[in-house]
C-alpha cells in the first residue's frame, strides 16, 4: 500500500458551487449562528474529488452515510445517472433536499437491501469511523457486495487521541491495510488547516469477497 498524496483544489465545479451556496443560505436562515452540520471549505473540496473518480459511462451510484446531504443532492441535480440513491441510519435533523427527484432511504451500511453487484458506483464517506468494529467489518462486506465498478471510501487517518465521542474507529496505516487490503490510497490534505489527513481508498469489484 502505497499513498498517493492530493492537495485539494479550489471548488471549481459550477454545480457544486450553486449547492454549496444554497446550504450556506438554507443554513443562515433556519440556524443563524448554529453551524453544526454545515460543511466546511475542505469538506467541499472533498467532494468535488470524489466526484471526480465517477467512471465514464456510470449509470448508478449508491452513497452510503449522506448526513445532511450535499453530496446526494448535487449528483442527482447532475441529471448525468438513471439511478441516485442515499441512505443513512436515519434523517439528519438539518438533511435538505434541493430536488424532488431526491431518493433518500433509511437504512444501515450492514444490512444493505440491494441485489449485489447493483450500483456501478458506491460511496461511503466519513461513515466507518463512527460505527462498532462488527458493524464496520460487515459494513465493508456490503458495501463490496452491492459494488459493479468502484467502491470510494474515506475515513479520518491518524486523527489525533483521545478520539471524541462519536467516533469508535481510528485509522493509521497499520489498520488500513488489514482492513482495506486491496485498496488504493489518497491522502487528502486539508488545505490552510493544520491536522490530520483524509484517507481515500478505492476499490474494484471483488476484492475482499470470497472466491466462487
Known sequence: MSPIDIDLG???DPLMLAVREQ?????????GDDKKGLYLDADWRRLQYAASLIPPGTQSILEVGVGPGPMLNYLT????FTSVVGIDIRRYSKFLQLTPA????????DKLQFPDRHFDVVFCM????????????RGIEELRRVTKNKLVMSVPFEEPLPL?????????????QSVFPDA??????????????WAM?????GHGLPTP
Open 77 to 80: 441535480l447532475l441529471e448525468r
Open 102 to 109: 431526491l431518493d433518500f432511504r433509511i437504512m444501515s451500511v
Open 201 to 205: 481508498l478505492t476499490e474494484t469489484p
Open 126 to 137: 466519513e461513515v466507518l469511523e463512527h460505527v462498532p468494529t462488527e458493524v464496520m467489518m
Open 23 to 31: 446550504y450556506e443560505r438554507h443554513y443562515q436562515e433556519k440556524y
Open 184 to 197: 488504493e490510497v489518497s491522502m487528502l490534505h486539508r488545505p490552510r488547516r493544520r491536522g490530520w489527513a
Open 164 to 176: 471524541p465521542s462519536y467516533h469508535l474507529q481510528r485509522f493509521d496505516a497499520p489498520r488500513l
Open 10 to 12: 479550489p471548488l471549481a
